[in-house]
Structure formats: C-alpha cells, structure tokens
C-alpha cells in the first residue's frame, strides 16, 4: 500500500488543482457578465489599456462590490483573487507582463508592478528599487538594475541616499535616463507632515551617486494645525515608461476645518496658488507657469505630451481641453468635445493620457466611454457599458 501512497496522494492533489481552477474558471465566467461592454464606433486598440474601477451596490442583494473593469472582463476585486487570476496575472500592467516575456532573467527580481519605477527606450530597460531598513522603516538605498538590449548585459548599482533620515520614505515617482545619467525622482514625506520631491542623479558608467536636487516642497504647516493634508502632485502620464523633457508638478497644501471645510494653506510666502512648475529634464532647469482661475480646479488632471500642455476645462454646456506650448510660451486654442446632454450635467470622470483623452459620463441606459485624441479632438472610439446587476456606479478611477 505504501507503494502505491505516493501516487494516490498526487492523484488527489491533481484533481483538487484541476477541480479549482475549473471552479474558478466558471467564478471568473460570471463575473464577465456583471458588465457588457460594447463598441459603438473606433477602434478597440484605442482602449486596450484602458481601465475603471468603480463600485455599486448590487440590485437584488445590495451588496458593495469593488469593480475592475476592462474591455475584456470584469472583476469583482472584494473577493480574493482567484486561481485564474493568479494564472492570467490581469492586474499587472501588459507592458510589465511583455517585459517578463521578452526579458525574463532581467524581469525575474523585479517585485514592483509600478510603472513609476520602470524606463525603456530603444537600447535599455531601466529598473529602480528601493532598499528598506525594516527596523527604522525608511529607505536607505537605490538599486538601479540596466538592461543592455542588444548585448544583453545587465549592470546593477546599489547606492546609499543623502538626506535619508530626514524622510519617513520615499516614493520613486519618475525615472529617466540622458547619456549615461540616471534620474530618479522621488518625494519623500517629512518629519513634518510635508513632503518634497528631490531629483538624483547618477552616473552608469562610473557606477556612483553624483547629486540630489530639491526641486519643489510643501509649505511647513505650524504644528498647531493638525488637520492637513499636503503632497506634491505629478501630471505627466503615470503609464509612460517612455524618454521625456519635462516634468510638471504642482505643491499643494489643504487644511480642513472642523466644519468639513477646506481652505489651502497661505504660509504668507506670497506664493501662488495658481502656480505650476514645469522642470526641464535635460538642462535641469525649473520654470513656473500661472495658470488662471478657472482651471486651477482641473489643473491636477494636467499633462504633458512632447512639449505640450493640456489642461482639461469644463463649462455648463461643454467639455474641452486647452493647449499650452512650452517652448514657445503662448497659450493655444480650445479643443472641444462634443458629448454633453441632459444626463451628463458635471457627473463625468475624465483622463489625459497617451496623448488621448478618456471621458466616461452616465446615459439614460448606463454609461458611455469616449477616447479622443488630445492634439486634434478626433474620437477614435465610442463604448457602452450597461449592467442589469448594479444600479448607478460611482467611479473611483480612469486610467
């Protein structure tokens, strides 16, 4: 009998695999069909990578349910992730899952599923980790991994952080590489409350750290307001791994009162908080931009393509985007968007990226899904969504 245990005892874990993951399969099934998705007009790679999370509350049973929605399922995210998203890994970005095709040995180590922490061009895949110190809690190094794509070497460096102790953490937020200089640019909370966001710069070829550069902070709030919230805003394309010029950034500082009211916080610096800084990567030189009144509520949605900004404006009957040109510091034309109607009124959710504008707004039967490019304003794709499961959804996020 002991012969034959070992064999029994496979066949029965072979079966409870197989057993799950069918179970999951059938889940997973079901959970397809919590949303329809459909194509109106465009084409679907224009939404290949597009996706929303939202919630609602389940018609018959009420329940709350977390939602991931792409054109290809839809995941209830409130359970565990199943079997066979483990297998089909469809919460990790396509371009990470691409590169762990392509360049499995290099990809194999990389336990950040942030895009932030990635760059790529032609000749190299840029990979930027950071070191904790579990007993303090606090970064206390970089690990710069670069892939050579042609000769297939990789070069690692490790390199320790100044001013490390006067930050709970860093956060890497952009990586960028010009002729051998590495740039990672990262913020770090203060000890404060506050937090900065400092560029540092490292040579490859030498292997060694050469500077940090305070580039933007929030004001210091007086410790006898402890109802705050400050952080540094990043515009640009959150999604891109791709060689950039400019970064643009914005410190805000919001104070709320005990009335659930917010103000932002006058350090009586004279500053503006209407001002952008847009930061030249290549000559490491910094400019504001004032922006006006009526699109400093958007600003934040902001972003960069080449030497370009756009700023999303809305008004009572229509929906646009406006253009500034960096280079030549002028302000261009409105670019509009035909959708608004009775059902949308101000409830939409809209996302500047990959030069294309997202905007998804509520109709009288569910929900619409317009991709425009950002230069022209030409729709390149109309979606539907309907759902007989939920009621109204409320939409968290669009990437």
Not at 115 to 127: F, T
Not at 237 to 265: F, R
Not at 308 to 334: A, H, N, R
Not at 365 to 380: K, M, P, Q, R, W
């Amino acid at each position: 009998m002991k012969r034959f245990g070992k064999t029994i005892l496979l066949c029965i874990v072979t079966v409870i695999i197989i057993g799950t993951f069918y179970m999951q399969s059938s889940i997973a099934a079901t959970e397809n069909k919590l949303l329809e998705w459909k194509k109106v007009s465009g084409n679907e790679d224009a939404v290949e990578n597009i996706e929303i999370l939202a919630g609602g509350y389940t018609k018959e049973t009420r329940e709350y349910h977390n939602l991931q929605i792409t054109n290809k399922n839809t995941i209830n995210r409130n359970n565990t992730p199943s079997l066979l998203e483990q297998l089909s890994e469809s919460w990790i970005h396509p371009i990470i899952l691409e590169w762990r095709e392509q360049y499995n040995n290099f990809m194999r180590s990389k336990n950040s599923i942030n895009l932030n922490h990635y760059y790529e061009d032609d000749n190299v895949l840029v990979y930027v980790g950071d070191i904790w110190d579990y007993q303090s809690r606090s970064n206390i190094s970089f690990n710069i991994d670069i892939l050579n794509k042609k000769s297939e070497e990789v070069t690692s460096i490790q390199l320790k952080l100044p001013n490390k102790e006067s930050y709970d953490f860093l956060d890497v937020r952009e990586v960028q590489l010009i002729n051998g200089i590495a740039k990672v640019f990262a913020s770090g909370q203060r000890k404060d409350g506050g937090e900065d966001l400092t560029v540092y710069t490292f040579d490859i070829d030498e292997q060694e750290f050469m500077n940090s550069e305070l580039l933007l902070s929030t004001p210091i709030i007086p410790s006898t307001i402890t109802n705050f919230y400050a952080t540094i805003t990043m515009m640009n394309d959150l999604k891109s791994v791709e060689p950039q010029k400019y970064l643009l950034m914005k410190a805000d500082a919001t104070i709320y009162s005990e009335n659930g009211e917010t103000v932002q916080y006058d350090d009586g610096s004279g500053s503006d908080p209407n001002e952008l800084v847009i930061y030249n990567i290549e000559t490491n030189q910094s400019k504001s931009l004032t922006i006006p009144d009526e699109m400093l509520i958007s600003s934040n949605s902001s972003t960069i393509v080449g030497s370009t900004l756009f700023f999303p404006s809305q008004q009572e009957d229509e929906f646009g985007v406006i253009m500034y040109d960096i280079e030549k510091e002028e302000w261009g034309d409105k670019i509009t968007f035909d959708f608004l109607n009775e059902q949308t009124g101000y409830d939409i959710n809209y996302k500047l990226i990959n030069g294309k504008i997202n905007i998804f707004h509520p109709t009288t039967n569910g929900y619409a899904l317009y991709v425009s490019d950002l230069s022209s304003g030409e729709l390149l794709y109309k979606g539907e969504l309907t759902s007989e499961k939920y009621d109204q959804l409320g939409i968290q996020s669009l990437s």
